[in-house]
């Protein structure tokens, strides 16, 4: 049975009248704010739910927090690493938490649990629900990508690690395949570990279940893009949660030129913004338009004259006046440019950007790019390439229409109504 149609049967059976449960149902958000993406996708699922009537809380470090529209209850404020801490820790490949710092998610967790007393618990990369959503015994689910499903079968590269740098891609790949479960093994102690303090069951030594541990597991994924096999039913595809910062357009939007065609680039909130400045380098050359939102991480020193820059723009505005989007090749900007059927380039550090962009290349819509091998002369020769071949686009236009096909919001929507119905 093809994924389509298996997540389509999910759906087929009697609904639940959402209305009879939803205006005394109380749904608690927890986002993990190590970067943009994991607090975008439950904001925009938060309002989803907040829009349908739902009393809907949302928990998260406030860093991200201007970017967003405020919903109707206040946003909580919760702990969470920095941003610098989580990609230092990618870029080392050391485990992303320590038991310390879970203990402490965990016990602050329970207090607003305790306080909120919500009927249904939704987290995004706050690994320290699989233990406090069930202590207080709340039904629990969580958004991530298939990508990172035990029920995938993704190509591993090796990404931009200390050993990539000493020994080079060809070399670390060999030993990073050999390397890989071990790693993945020691990423899961912190976990497991406070998992056992509480009595709960170990989550075994796939750093996969780490991150997809729930009552229900929601990929923001196509599975005609990203397919798993043989998954549980408590393993869902909702589709691409897309989303735009609460900005304005800048000046100079409506001055764009029109003559040339136009590249859209970002290095997004867990890209490596050091190498904005080569790229704009390797574009100055050629004849594009390039639009540029830095994310506020770097300031440019130069700017050149087919550059238009601003710190934050509105994504999906962006990728539709784009012929290419370059970008780190996380899912959020990749997905957004492919739902307006634009091809992408990814340049890639962490492994999350490699998994995902090893999938785009096998679908014909997008180019992966090793962040520490970009130089000028190979950037031009592939974003030459990708404008020079229709394939590319015709790739993301039909992309394009199995995004617009599928409704997360809608069969987000359903679940949360069905999961309630139960409770």
């Known amino acids: 049975m093809s994924e389509r149609q298996s997540d389509s049967s999910e759906t087929k059976h009697e609904k639940p009248d959402a209305s009879s449960v939803m205006h005394k149902r109380r749904v608690l958000f927890f986002a993990e704010a190590v970067t943009l993406a994991h607090v975008a996708r439950p904001m925009v699922l938060a309002r989803v739910l907040e829009d349908a009537g739902y009393d809907v809380h949302f928990a998260c470090h406030p860093r991200y927090r201007e ?26 490949g050391q485990p992303l938490y320590d038991s310390d710092t879970l203990q402490a998610y965990i016990t602050e967790d329970l207090e607003v649990i305790k306080e ?11 690994l320290s ?71 709960l069951p170990s989550l075994g030594l796939d750093l996969r279940r780490t991150y997809t541990d729930a009552d229900q597991t929601l990929y923001a994924d196509l599975p005609e893009l990203v397919p798993t096999f043989e998954r549980p039913a ?131 819509v997008g180019t992966l790019m090793r962040a520490g091998q970009t130089t000028t002369s190979r950037l031009q020769q592939v974003v030459e390439t990708m404008m020079g071949n229709n394939r590319y686009r015709d790739c993301a236009m039909a992309v394009m229409g199995q995004v617009a096909a599928y409704g997360p919001e809608r069969n987000f929507a359903d679940l949360v109504a069905r999961e309630l119905a139960r409770v």
């Open 67 to 92: 970017l967003f529209h405020a919903l109707q209850r206040s946003w909580r404020p919760v702990q969470s690493i920095s941003s610098r801490a989580f990609l230092e820790a990618l870029a080392k």
């Open 116 to 126: 909120v007393s919500p009927d249904l618990i939704i987290g995004d990369f706050r």
């Open 129 to 199: 629900l699989s233990v406090s959503a069930r202590l207080a015994a709340i039904p629990y689910m969580t958004i991530t990508n298939a990508y990172w499903s035990p029920y995938a079968r993704p190509d591993y590269r090796v990404p931009e690690l200390p050993i990539t740098r000493f020994f080079g891609a060809g070399v670390a790949g060999a030993l990073f395949k050999l390397a890989r479960p071990l790693a993945f093994a020691l990423h899961t102690r912190p976990l497991n570990r406070v998992r056992k303090h509480y009595g």
């Open 234 to 364: 408590t393993h869902r595809y909702i589709g691409p949660i897309n989303w735009s910062p609460s900005v304005a357009l800048p000046p100079w939007w409506d001055e764009l030129p029109t003559d040339k065609p136009i590249i859209y680039l970002t290095l997004g909130s867990s890209g490596q913004s050091e190498l904005l400045p080569r790229v704009l380098q390797a574009l100055a050359q050629l004849p594009v338009t390039v639009i540029v939102a830095t994310a506020g991480l770097i300031q440019l020193e130069r700017t050149p004259q087919n550059a238009w820059v601003a710190d934050f723009l509105p994504g999906e505005q962006a990728a539709s006046r784009a012929s290419l989007v370059i970008c780190n090749g996380g899912s959020p900007t990749t997905l957004q440019a492919l739902a307006v059927g634009v091809p992408v380039i990814g340049i890639a550090s962490n492994l999350d950007q490699y998994l995902n962009m090893s999938y785009l290349e096998q679908a014909g």
